[in-house]
């Protein structure tokens, strides 16, 4: 089982349209846990941290589920520009496990 | 934000030449660096983590004698592919965390083509 799990996608949603996304991890001893976006032949960028409480920045919601060991992302009203490439990350003592990323197209 | 910069962005060479690639931390010293590869349409893979003042940390399957990490000092890590071959084109990346957060800094990438 790998360590951290996403679905690949492709997600093609039209403009405006709410998607979301899972990420499971194997290891419960995880301790921080983010969500990157990477554009095309680019570096990824940090897109939110996700915190045990949930958090929300804007169209984008995170939220992390110990018990069930999965973290989540959702993005409301999906402009165009949100199409990317979306890494969940989880950090066990500054060992970074990536997801395989999934890839997200919005549609006008 | 924190900054990270790689050189050089792209890189062409030949097969069985050797090439480093720089990571710096412009901004924060770091004592920790990740080095990753990308190839076409796939997901990130950590390499390696790059320790100043000490050995590198190696991935399963990565081998410490073709890629050299060196990391001198609290701002830069390099990352030497030696006798590269074409097999060993991809997209380069560092990343590394400001103190004392865990939020990982990524360097834009650095391009190899082996002819």
């Known amino acids: 089982r790998k360590e951290v799990e996403q679905d690949p996608g492709p997600f093609n949603v039209p403009e405006g349209a709410t998607v979301a996304f899972n990420c499971t991890y194997s290891n419960s001893a995880s301790q921080s846990f983010f969500w990157y976006r990477q554009d095309c032949r680019k570096e990824p960028k940090l897109l939110m941290s996700v915190y045990s409480s949930g958090n929300e920045d804007g169209r984008f919601t995170a939220q992390l589920n110990r018990a069930s060991q999965y973290i989540s992302l959702l993005i409301r009203d999906s402009k165009l520009s949100d199409s990317a490439t979306y890494l969940c990350?989880?950090?066990?003592?500054?060992?970074?496990?990536f997801g395989a990323g999934t890839r997200l197209t919005v549609k006008p | 934000g924190a900054v990270v910069s790689q050189h050089p962005s792209w890189v062409i060479c030949k097969s069985g030449t050797s090439v480093k690639i720089e990571c710096r931390s412009l901004d924060f010293q770091a004592t920790t660096m990740f080095w990753y590869r990308q190839f076409p349409k796939q997901s990130l893979m950590l390499m390696a983590t790059s320790n100043e003042g000490s050995k590198a940390t190696y991935e399963q399957g990565v081998e410490k004698d073709k890629f050299l990490i060196n990391h001198a000092s609290l701002t830069l890590s390099t990352l030497t592919v030696t006798s590269a071959h074409p097999e060993d084109s991809s997209f380069y990346i560092c990343?590394?965390?400001?103190?004392?957060?865990?939020?990982?800094?990524f360097g834009p990438g650095t391009r190899l083509t082996v002819t």
């Open positions: 990350v989880v950090n066990d003592n500054n060992d970074m496990r």
């Open positions: 990343s590394a965390p400001p103190p004392p957060s865990y939020e990982q800094y």
